[in-house]
């Protein structure tokens, strides 16, 4: 398995109005921003990057640990979209 996983520090907030569910809101990741340093170099995600997983069936996981799934979009319960920040 070729996959890595990377951490950033990014705007993440939880709103509910009135006695709908609570939702999580936030970018999973910003275009054209550099990332931190990451073992001797940096990265910089582009405009296009998840074009491909947006019809995936993607989980939302806390700390990226499988036994914590926060939503997931085959069950409706996470959305993902992408627009010109990210």
Do not use: M
């Not at 275009?31 to 069936?57: C, Q």
């Amino acid at each position: 398995n070729d996959r890595e996983t990377r951490c950033y520090s990014g705007e993440v907030r939880a709103e509910q109005y009135d006695n709908a569910p609570t939702h999580i809101l936030g970018y999973g990741s910003v275009f054209n921003s550099r990332s931190e340093p990451l073992w001797g170099f940096r990265e910089i995600i582009k405009p296009g990057a998840f074009d491909d997983v947006l019809n995936d069936d993607v989980r939302g996981l806390f700390n990226h640990d499988p036994n914590f799934i926060l939503g997931r979009s085959s069950a409706g319960t996470l959305s993902l979209s992408v627009d010109e920040r990210g």
